[in-house]
């Protein structure tokens, strides 16, 4: 399998690091530029996706975070609870992200993810004193001693695990919609590699053993904030596969062919096309090149 395009990594803006060291020439780019604005949940939109405000759009306090350029766009984003307009304007990534434009989409979780950074540390943790944001909103400074802090990702990995028959074992957790099965996921721990991780993971909530393991593409998940690696792995013990019990309570097998009766026939529910794990299944679905029924894209969430 080749390396996927992922949904949420797309992007066709350049950060320009540097234009963030000029802080007089990134207020000239505010006052000409296309600003997002994020509540703390979602974003202002309209029936095409984003809406971009003004600089004289922005009144009140909140974090104004330069996103990048596109030739001679400059970008930004502007983080308060003040809302423009009607309540129901504002959607959420979730929601919105499967509809969005390469540069849309690549402004939007980067949006996300650093107004979720600057929210969750206004102060310095070495010693309590607060913290300003600096350098565009990239860094924020310890109003103390000076000590930066930086926007951080939680590493996670998520498999697509399969059998030596090329089928795909999927499963639930109980939180989840009714009949949602999806690929097995969970947080690198301190001192594992990516593909130990893989492997225990794996063990722990389908109490199979992997054998070989493939690298498919990363994909930041802003929620708040965390990168998922995503690898296809191969077991080769099918037979002893159950469910944990506790956060997996549902495991099942499919070929391509019963995968797709099962979203027909209501017992199988896809996880949301923005997912690592929907692009993972797509990705194998289409992998052998036998012409298929397209699989449904509904984008149920919790």
Known sequence: MKILKLPLSRS??????????????????WEKGRILHFNG??????????????????AGTGEKIFLGVDGDIAYF????EVHIGVEDAYKTLREIGHLLSDLDIGLA???????????????????????????GGSVRRC??????LYPRNDPAII?????????????R?????????????????????????VVREVFEEANVKVSDINYLGSQPWPFPQSLMIAFEATILDPENAKPDGQEIVDIRWFDRDSLFAATQD??????PVISVARAMIQAWYAQDGVQRPSLPGAETWR
Not at 77 to 80: A, I, K, N, Q
Not at 159 to 171: H, M, T
């Open 159 to 171: 498999v697509l695990v399969k059998d030596s028959k090329d089928r795909i074992l999927l499963g």
């Open 266 to 271: 209501g017992t199988l529910l896809l996880p």
């Open 41 to 58: 949940e979602a974003f202002l939109s309209d029936e095409q996706g984003l809406k971009y405000l003004s600089a004289k759009d922005v």
């Open 77 to 80: 984003l502007w983080c308060s």
């Open 173 to 197: 957790q109980s939180v989840w919609p009714e009949h949602r099965y999806s690929t097995f996921a969970g947080f690198v721990e301190a001192g594992e590699s990516f593909e130990q991780c």
């Open 109 to 135: 979780v980067h949006a996300q993810a650093v107004a979720h950074w600057h929210h969750r540390n206004p102060i310095c943790p070495m010693c309590g004193s607060a913290t300003s944001a600096e350098l």
């Open 143 to 148: 109003s103390a001693n000076s000590h930066e």
């Open 12 to 29: 066709a803006v350049d950060r320009a690091a540097h234009v963030r060291m000029d802080e007089v020439g990134l207020a000239k780019l």
